[in-house]
């Protein structure tokens, strides 16, 4: 089983970047798809971004395609998504996910969440 902590959250003006970082445990962690979701207050967690397991593809969400960047490091266990140009509508609370499937989206009951980290964008 994999266990994932985030980081890298923060407070950031509008136009600003900020990196976020998951931590994965597990020696597994390079057979899953990896990406990150998002829930903003009283809203729906949505899809921002996925990579596959070996890093070559990812996808986007419209709202985030040019902007964001996903990666991953799998000698380190790690995914990173760099956020650029941010908005205060990508204010949220940003959850890593992975899924031992081609995308997290399957939701397949080896999908695990992090604990989420919030992102606060400042007009």
């Known amino acids: 089983q994999v266990h994932l902590v985030e980081s890298g959250g923060g407070l950031v003006q509008a136009g600003g970047s900020l990196t976020l970082s998951c931590s994965a445990s597990?020696?597994?962690?390079?057979?899953?798809?990896a990406g990150w979701f998002r829930q903003a207050p009283g809203k729906e967690r949505e899809f921002v971004a996925e990579?596959?397991?070996?890093?070559?593809?990812?996808r986007y969400s419209d709202s985030v395609k040019g902007r964001f960047t996903i990666s991953r490091d799998n000698t380190n266990n790690t995914v990173s998504l760099q956020m650029d140009s941010l908005k205060p509508g990508d204010t949220a609370v940003y959850y890593c996910v992975v899924d031992r499937s081609a995308t997290v989206l399957a939701g397949t009951p080896n999908r695990v969440w992090g604990q989420g980290t919030l992102v606060t964008v400042s007009s």
């Open positions: 597990g020696r597994t962690f390079s057979s899953y798809a």
């Open positions: 990579i596959n397991w070996s890093g070559d593809t990812s």
